[in-house]
């Protein structure tokens, strides 16, 4: 039996600048985090010849081809699986919509243990490439590339995104007291509205939006000087003006709920925040100086709390017999 676990991912600045229809022409950067919330991918060899797969639904199979779960199936067909085995996954939160980047982290996870459960051990710069390759190459998901390597790799990184197609991701070294003060500023509150990134990312054009991608390249670059010099008040601005220009990318990031609730957010003291991935619904993340958290989920009490901590590790294999 073979376990991973693979840490989601709250995305702070720099989104759709990792489309590759904008980075290949302009290059893109991200930061992001991963955090100690988990989806994990239990595989085990079956005595028979079938494929068993446990999610929010049960499939039994004989065939690769007719699983329905389409991460799963291309999984399989990447690795060379073709039967005797069953995948059962586990997570902390809904994955459903969530903005946290499930799907990828899904992905991921499914394919770390996959190839352990195969002999070998890959990189995580292999798995993020073999989850972009089935994601966007072979199921035509409307998506960018960063939650891929996100997950795979893990931590408080910014994500180059070159016109050659490369990507890095570097660290952004901060003391522990820093990172601390600025997970302590940190808040996420569940909107209660699931939503399919594909559908907000389908609504979205990238040539008719270029100035304003360059505008979330720069919050990006600022966001990260604002963390180097240790001014956390900064970085909260920037992400309050970060959302106001994605709300102008398409009418599907945001609604009157999701406004209201954030405009509930800034009365009660936040200096910033917005949801997490490509909006729509899922997560809402708010920043705020550390006295007025408690003001903060006192006025938005009717939404539900996901406490989370910093994650510094991306996929890996927890348990191998």
């Not at 459960?117 to 590339?145: H, N």
Request: proline share 2%; glycine share 10%.
């Amino acid at each position: 039996m073979i376990i991973s676990q693979t840490p989601l991912r709250v995305s702070f600045l720099g989104g759709n600048t990792d489309l590759r229809n904008y980075f290949l022409n302009y290059g893109g950067l991200v930061l992001s985090t991963t955090i100690d919330k988990y989806i994990y991918c239990i595989v085990k060899k079956r005595f028979d010849n079938l494929i068993y797969i446990n999610y929010s639904i049960k499939e039994v199979v004989k065939n690769v081809d007719d699983i329905k779960h389409e991460l799963v199936r291309e999984a399989l067909r990447l690795t060379g699986i073709t039967g005797g085995i069953e995948i059962t996954f586990l997570s902390d939160i809904p994955t459903e919509g969530s903005g946290l980047g499930s799907s990828s982290t899904v992905t991921v996870g499914l394919l770390n243990a996959l190839h352990t459960y195969l002999g070998s051990t890959v990189s995580s710069d292999v798995l993020a490439q073999e989850a972009i390759k089935i994601e966007l190459d072979i199921l035509k998901k409307p998506i960018g590339i960063q939650d891929q390597y996100a997950v795979a790799m893990g931590g408080l990184k910014a994500y180059d995104f070159l016109q050659s197609g490369a990507v890095t991701g570097n660290g952004i070294v901060i003391s522990e007291s820093v990172k601390e003060d600025f997970n302590n500023s940190l808040m996420l509150l569940y909107t209660g509205i699931t939503r399919s990134a594909d559908d907000v990312l389908s609504s979205f054009n990238v040539e008719n939006n270029i100035p304003l991608l360059g505008q979330n390249k720069q919050f990006t670059i600022d966001g990260i000087d604002a963390l180097l010099r240790e001014d956390l008040r900064k970085f909260g601005l920037l992400l309050h003006t970060y959302w106001q220009v994605k709300k102008q990318l398409s009418d599907k990031v945001s609604n009157l709920e999701i406004d209201a609730m954030y405009s509930q957010a800034l009365r009660a003291g936040a200096i910033g925040g917005k949801v997490i991935g490509a909006g729509g619904g899922g997560f809402l993340l708010i920043m705020f100086p550390a006295n007025k958290r408690a003001k903060i989920r006192e006025a938005l009490k009717e939404y539900r709390e996901l406490p989370f901590r910093f994650s510094e590790l991306g996929s890996r294999i927890i348990f191998n017999v």
